[in-house]
């Protein structure tokens, strides 16, 4: 009862609790051309990984309640992992570390990250099983949370996947890119001036 209350509390304000962090790294980052080539991709395959999933699953992915989806998802980036927004989260959120060059907020971030998302993660399995019984007890059975399988899940779902609902889907997570990353060189700029 106790982690499910603290899955939801964490479910709800999960957009809201990057920006201490963002702030941390903003603050000591010393990006280096070699802290660039190292950390670009894994943003890339952070964000590549993100737009493919909301592709498929679309703006419900960005609810506050539980519910939201269209429904069970098992076809695109679902077929190899069931978290894929969740772990091109963390790629993403772990290139810009490398980027900043701010390896000892690598640790902070991993415990942060999986301290939120563990929770969250147990929640919606709950509600899932629920909502969805044996179908969905069938795919988290052969599909695993984080690190994804190389062959697919073979009851796919008939969800088609829409560049445009990705888009549309991912415009905020684009633009905070774009910032934090604008933000870290200029920084950086402004102490080399």
């Known amino acids: 009862m106790v982690f499910s209350k603290v899955g939801n509390f964490f479910f709800k304000i999960r957009s809201f609790t990057p920006i201490p962090f963002i702030f941390a790294l903003l603050y000591f980052a010393e990006p280096t051309s070699y802290t660039v080539a190292i950390g670009v991709p894994f943003i890339a395959t952070g964000e590549f990984l993100r737009i493919w999933a909301v592709g498929y699953a679309g703006a419900s992915t960005r609810a506050r309640t539980l519910g939201a989806a269209r429904d069970l998802v098992t076809t695109g980036p679902y077929?190899?992992?069931?978290?894929?927004?969740?772990?091109g989260n963390f790629?993403?959120?772990?290139?810009?570390?490398?980027?900043a060059n701010v390896y000892w907020l690598v640790a902070v971030f991993v415990i942060g990250y999986f301290s939120q998302y563990l929770p969250i993660i147990a929640l919606e399995e709950a509600y899932l099983l629920e909502s969805c019984g044996q179908v969905y007890q069938a795919y988290r059975d052969r599909v695993p949370r984080f690190v994804p399988r190389f062959r697919p899940y073979p009851n796919l779902s008939i969800h088609d996947f829409s560049w445009t609902r990705a888009i549309k889907s991912e415009?905020?997570?684009?633009?905070?890119?774009?910032?934090?990353?604008?933000l870290i060189f200029a920084r950086q700029f402004v102490n080399m001036s």
């Open 91 to 99: 790629l993403l959120s772990f290139g810009v570390c490398l980027v």
């Open 171 to 182: 415009k905020r997570t684009l633009t905070a890119i774009a910032c934090v990353i604008g």
């Open 79 to 87: 077929s190899y992992v069931r978290n894929p927004l969740y772990l």
